[in-house]
C-alpha cells in the first residue's frame, strides 16, 4: 500500500499571510505566529539583487502576450516544472545561451535572451 503525501493533499500548511507564519508540525498541527521582522536592514547588495529582480519582472510584464505565450509554451513542451516567467527569470540571470539553443533544438521554438540584469542601469 503506498500513502499520498499529506502536502499532495492539501493538508499541509506553510507560509507567511497576513501578518502570520503558518506551518503544520510533524504531529499535523497548523502552528501560527506573528512573522518576525528583520533583525537588521538589507545589505546594498540585497538591495540591488532585489532591484534587479524587480526590473527584470517588470520587463516581462512589457514583453508582448506572444512572447510570453512563447515562453510558456517552452517550458510546456520540455515538460520544465516552471511556468514561462520562471523560465524568462532564470535566463535573464544566467544569461545561458546554451539553453536557449538546447529549448530551440528539442521545441523548435525560437527565445530571444532577456535583457541582463547586471547590465548598466540594472
Not at 503558518?22 to 502552528?31: A, D, G, R, S
Not at 501560527?32 to 526590473?55: C, D, E, G, T, W
Request: glycine share 8%; aromatic share 10%.
Amino acid at each position: 500500500m503506498t500513502t499520498v503525501p499529506p502536502q499532495l493533499l492539501g493538508l499541509t500548511v506553510s507560509g507567511d499571510m497576513g501578518g502570520n507564519t503558518y506551518f503544520t508540525n510533524k504531529n499535523h498541527k497548523v502552528v501560527v505566529f506573528p512573522v518576525a521582522p528583520p533583525k537588521k536592514p538589507p545589505s546594498l547588495n540585497q538591495l540591488i539583487q532585489r532591484y534587479r529582480f524587480r526590473m527584470t519582472v517588470a520587463s516581462w510584464t512589457m514583453r508582448p502576450p506572444y512572447i510570453q505565450n512563447q515562453y510558456t509554451l517552452a517550458s510546456e513542451r520540455m515538460s520544465l516544472c516552471m511556468t514561462g516567467l520562471n523560465l524568462y527569470l532564470h535566463l535573464a540571470f544566467a544569461q545561458d545561451w546554451n539553453t536557449i539553443h538546447t529549448i530551440f533544438n528539442q521545441t523548435g521554438i525560437t527565445l530571444g535572451m532577456p535583457p541582463d540584469p547586471r547590465g548598466l542601469g540594472w
